[in-house]
């Protein structure tokens, strides 16, 4: 574990299972078998399925989630989540959706790593969606994600591991440009 991290990992519950919104994260289910349960994340549950990506986000993967709490969709200018999650806009709702996820299963220790190892100290890599996304280890150890609209937020909780992948929660929507 990074140095300063320790606040960001899940905490654990009386089984020794990492807890997110309320809920005990099982590493035998899947991303959105577990999300379902978190009280911090119905906005984004909520979106994946108006977005069609249960399916997807059940598959075999694996798959790395930045994932917002609610208070990240709230802070969005009025009305966005209620428009985005209209049929007509689920393209939309979709590549939003989309940026949030990379290929693979990389650890907060995987992804700081490669940014303590580049030249510019940001690891630099692609969403599913293609946006480019950027990390950045700060103060001793605490993990930013970085979106192309220049946004930047901490993951609050890191290393919550699924059967198909990990998720990391952060504090706001990644945007693509």
């Known amino acids: 574990m990074l140095p300063g991290e320790e606040q960001a990992a899940a905490e654990p519950d009386a089984q020794g299972l990492p807890m997110v919104g309320g809920a005990a994260m099982y590493p035998n289910k899947t991303i959105v078998e577990n999300a379902v349960n978190s009280a911090d994340h119905t906005t984004l549950v909520a979106a994946v399925k108006a977005a069609g990506l249960v399916e997807t986000l059940n598959s075999e993967g694996p798959f790395t989630v930045f994932a917002p709490v609610n208070a990240a969709f709230e802070a969005l200018p009025d009305g966005t989540v209620e428009t985005l999650l209209k049929p007509e806009n689920k393209d939309q709702l979709t590549k939003i959706l989309t940026a949030h996820v990379v290929a693979g ?14 030249p510019d100290r940001f690891y ?26 220049g946004n930047a937020y901490q993951v609050t909780q890191s290393d919550v591991n699924q059967s198909n992948g990990v998720i990391h929660v952060i504090e706001g929507v990644l945007l693509p440009r």
């Open 124 to 149: 630099h890599f692609n969403a599913v969606s293609g946006d480019a996304l950027s990390a950045k280890v700060v103060n001793g150890g605490e993990v930013f994600i970085f979106d192309e609209s």
């Open 105 to 118: 299963n990389w650890s907060a220790a995987d992804i700081a790593r490669e940014a303590r190892q580049s």
